[in-house]
């Protein structure tokens, strides 16, 4: 077993990759993960970043996971700290393209990025996101994990697209290929 340090370390690095996909795949403009239509949905309708609208949701999933009976460890809460700045880092950084084709390896590049970077996560067993507490909080008064999953990615995406969040093939790209691609990795 790797020494708490080390796993901290990917953890931290894991976390910071998480992010700049997640900038990818915005700035690819073909669609995010469901719970980055929220973010984008909240970033359109208040002016703010979409790390930002990160932030807010974060909190919000944090708090109703605490209401729940799942405190958010110190993990949970600078993992959604650094998110966000990765987020909006990376938004700063990236080309905003309009050809097609280099939006479409932004979206790949997102989407490998986001995937690598849950695999760090998971690896570390460091401390669960703010969505995962959620799960978590729902597992625990005996609902099973895949309804449970199902149904917060649906309310997420549902609440964005309400507020015209950036859903697209990306979103379908994520919301299929990543229980896939996680049970490889």
């Known amino acids: 077993m790797a020494s708490l340090t080390a796993r901290v370390s990917v953890y931290l690095v894991s976390i910071t990759v998480i992010g700049f996909g997640v900038a990818a795949m915005v700035a690819a403009d073909l669609g995010v993960a469901p719970n980055d239509v929220l973010n984008t949905g909240i970033g359109e309708t208040f002016g703010i970043g979409v790390g930002t609208a990160a932030w807010i949701t974060g909190v919000i999933a944090m708090a109703l996971a605490w209401a729940l009976g799942r405190r958010p460890r110190i993990a949970t809460v600078l993992g959604s700290v650094i998110v966000g700045f990765s987020i909006n880092g990376g938004l700063a950084l990236l080309p905003d393209p309009t050809a097609l084709a280099p939006r479409i390896a932004l979206l790949a590049i997102g989407l490998g990025v986001i995937w690598a970077g849950i695999t760090g996560v998971v690896a570390t067993d460091v401390g669960a996101g703010p ?11 005996g609902l ?9 990615e649906l309310t997420l995406l549902l609440l964005g697209l309400a507020l015209g969040g950036a859903a697209g093939v ?16």
Do not use: K, N, Q, Y
Not at 131 to 141: C, K, N, T
Not at 144 to 152: A, C, K, L, Q, Y
Not at 171 to 176: D, E, K
């Open 170 to 185: 990306g979103t379908v790209l994520f919301a299929f290929g990543t229980g896939p691609v996680l049970a490889l990795t």
């Open 144 to 152: 099973g994990i895949r309804w449970v999953r199902w149904g917060i």
């Open 131 to 141: 969505l995962e507490l959620v799960m978590l909080s729902f597992m625990d008064r």
